[in-house]
Nanobody
């Protein structure tokens, strides 16, 4: 039974910071590419950041100098440190896991709400 559980979302003021966590179970975590995606109402789901099994990272252009993705294989947990938050960062943030280079076996978490507002 594969499970991805996000936590750490909430309400934060513009310019503030949050750290999201994604706890994984039911997969060999160290072999998986992990990622964060987000979706705002009426908009397409978009890439935020990914980190592969070797630790290489990618970022969406809108977050690349403000967010940092990381993983702790011993804890089977992925993190997203979000700094200098803007109202446009408001969205549901989803955790994703997949084997790198594979088109099957993609898993998603349930999402956690991030709201940036004063």
């Amino acid at each position: 039974q594969v499970q991805l559980v996000e936590s750490g979302g909430g309400l934060v003021q513009p310019g503030g910071s949050l750290r999201l966590s994604c706890a994984a179970s039911g997969i060999i975590f160290r072999l998986y590419t992990m990622g964060w995606y987000r979706q705002a109402p009426g908009k397409q789901r978009e890439l935020v950041a990914t980190i592969n099994a070797g630790g290489a990272t990618t970022y969406g252009e809108s977050v690349k100098d403000r967010f940092t993705i990381s993983r702790d294989n011993a804890k089977t947990t992925m993190y997203l440190q979000m700094n200098s938050l803007k109202p446009d960062d408001t969205a549901v943030y989803y955790c994703k896991a997949n084997l790198g280079g594979a088109a099957v076996g993609v898993y998603w978490g349930q999402g956690t709400q991030v709201t940036v507002s004063s």
